[in-house]
């Protein structure tokens, strides 16, 4: 990850300018700790802190074409740009970084190419011919864009509002999938999928095959790198499937062959965590080079304060899950380590969330999915970002991989749904792509384990020491006050208010409030899908907790129909549930439709 900063059409172009614009972007220095470059043409500004991980020795930023006309500063990475690269060979590349490739594709394509880029990026780039400018953002936001306006008529764009807010009379998160184009005066969508519209519900037939191998790609892609990496294993389903396909096809990879075939695994949590219990059992049956961290709740509590200044929020379960990663980041980074391959996305696309069991119907299920995918940047996102990015680490997230939404949206979501009567549970369809009898990715009782929050798997007694923490320092005359103070977002917690105090600190501007989502959750729910189940409008934690008793009661029917449908299966042995009479092997395809 990078730090960017620009700034077009301000009416002061002095020195004075050029070395605020420079000061704006030292806030940005944690993201890219490497290097600094700073572009100035007129009253336009493009400012860049680099985190070198593909080619360190030249890459530095911005970039330009040859005549450097077109100049451009780029947070992310492009994994096709060697692909790109062989559509542009009239075009002479000064470095071997895979950012260059933006400026040499906007002057073929003109701002139609952002859809050509398969990656995660955040951008911004000027054309000094006419001084016209562009930005984008990448499908999911998976990396963080601000945009903002001065009351000179400047309008910036930095990768933290920390580096726009107190210059900016108005600023929001520039949202996902979408590019700002000067010439033609404001946003538009460049991603637009089939699911995007939420209301086409797909119908494709499962093909576990077909999932797995855009799976499989979308890891192998994101191994192109030139530092020192890992993965992050907190031992649940999504991290260790990331890690079960790194670890089998990194040796032959280019950085398998530069950094060894051995992948290092992290994983960080409370002393007898069951993160920590399973990450090990996934590390040694995959053969990582492990690395476990320790944190207690006194720590996790002294770095909030931190955690809220760098990830830009007040939503409980944003921070909750934060400061563990935060931590851990921090560890990674202590052993040289500069980037890491995460899980997210796995349980908006699947429909993995303990609530999900309490769908309705398919149409429903799908919807929510839809809704949960594109807030992504607000919520996951954003804290894996933004928590890594706190000490210079690079976090990627394959299965937010273009093609395999793609792919795996594109199934009738019927197939997604839980329902234990037949043994599926959530995440059955990625688990079935998985499970291979000749040729195992993850031992069953680890391909089948029960879905777990992320706050809670680093230990349980994580979120009641937060609780208690906040209580100590949040009055009931606090809370009860709270809509005058905060009207809104108002807190209904006494953790939310704590948390809430520490963020105006820093961000006071209503803007900046503007910018957290707000609203009913149960479970990491969508306010829509809180009308499912009448009882949890009384029970609105948004953790996993208040779901637990529906995801308790789902595995004990699954174990119920196990096995030979008696009733006496066993909740680890799925091997005969109905629905699953075989495993899929790299000779057939099973259950299509």
């Not at 191994?223 to 990331?242: C, Q, W």
Request: aromatic share 12%.
């Amino acid at each position: 990850m990078c730090g960017i900063l620009a700034v077009f059409g301000c009416l002061d172009a002095s020195q004075a300018k050029r070395v605020r614009v420079l000061e704006l972007s030292r806030r940005l220095r944690h993201r890219g700790p490497d290097w600094s470059g700073l572009y100035q043409s007129g009253h336009s500004f493009l400012a860049h802190q680099r985190l070198a991980i593909v080619d360190p020795a030249s890459g530095d930023q911005p970039l330009y074409n040859e005549d450097r006309q077109i100049v451009v500063t780029v947070n992310g990475e492009i994994y096709n740009h060697e692909k790109l690269r062989e559509q542009l060979k009239s075009h002479k590349f000064r470095t071997g970084s895979d950012c260059e490739i933006v400026a040499h594709l906007y002057e073929d394509y003109g701002e139609e190419f952002v859809n050509m880029l398969d990656g995660m990026f955040s951008f911004v780039l000027l054309d000094t011919r006419d001084q016209s400018f562009i930005a984008a953002r990448d499908a999911f936001g998976i990396t963080p864009l601000y945009i903002g306006w001065g009351f000179d008529g400047s309008v910036w764009f930095a990768s933290e509002m920390k580096a726009l807010h107190d210059d900016c009379e108005s600023f929001e998160s520039f949202p996902p999938g979408h590019i700002y184009s000067s010439k033609q005066g404001g946003l538009r969508r460049w991603y637009n999928p089939p699911w995007y519209s939420e209301n086409v519900i797909p119908s494709s037939p499962y093909d576990p095959l077909v999932l797995r191998r855009a799976f499989e790609k979308a890891v192998i892609k994101r191994l192109m790198t030139d530092v020192p990496f890992g993965v992050l294993l907190s031992g649940g389903l999504d991290s260790s499937l990331v890690a079960a396909v790194a670890s089998r096809y990194l040796a032959a990879t280019k950085a398998g062959k530069q950094w060894g075939d051995k992948l290092h695994s992290f994983c960080v949590g409370l002393k007898g965590s069951p993160d920590l219990k399973a990450a090990k059992e996934v590390a040694e049956y995959l053969g990582t080079v492990h690395h476990e961290f320790h944190f207690t709740v006194q720590d996790g509590i002294d770095a909030i304060e931190d955690v809220i200044y760098h990830v830009e929020t007040y939503d409980v379960t944003t921070i909750r899950a934060s400061t563990p990663m935060f931590l851990m980041s921090r560890k990674i980074k202590s052993l040289g380590v500069k980037m890491v391959l995460s899980g997210e996305g796995s349980d908006e696309i699947f429909g993995g969330y303990l609530y999900f069991h309490k769908a309705p119907n398919k149409e429903e299920f799908h919807q929510e999915t839809c809704r949960k995918i594109k807030a992504l940047h607000m919520y996951d996102c954003l804290r894996a970002n933004k928590s890594t990015s706190a000490w210079g680490v690079e976090a990627r997230v394959p299965f937010l991989d273009k093609e395999f939404v793609n792919v795996a949206m594109d199934i009738d979501p019927e197939r997604k749904m839980v329902k234990p009567d037949i043994g599926r549970i959530e995440k059955w369809v990625l688990r079935r792509a998985f499970d291979d009898e000749q040729n195992p990715y993850l031992p069953k009782h680890i391909l089948y384990r029960q879905k777990g929050q992320f706050s809670d798997g680093v230990g349980y007694s994580w979120i009641d020491g937060l609780k208690s923490h906040a209580a100590e320092h949040v009055t009931d005359t606090m809370l009860r006050n709270a809509k005058y103070i905060f009207p809104h977002n108002t807190p209904t917690t006494k953790e939310a208010y704590y948390y809430r105090m520490i963020f105006e600190r820093f961000y006071p501007q209503n803007a900046a409030r503007l910018t957290v989502p707000g609203g009913p959750s149960v479970a990491c729910s969508t306010a829509k899908a809180v009308e499912w189940d009448a009882a949890w409008a009384h029970n609105l934690d948004p953790s996993g907790r208040a779901a637990l008793g529906v995801h308790a009661s789902a595995y004990q029917e699954c174990n119920a129909g196990a096995n030979d449908g008696t009733g006496n299966g066993n909740v680890n042995t799925f091997s005969k549930m109905p629905g699953r009479e075989a495993s899929v092997d790299a000779r057939e395809v099973l259950i299509k439709g």
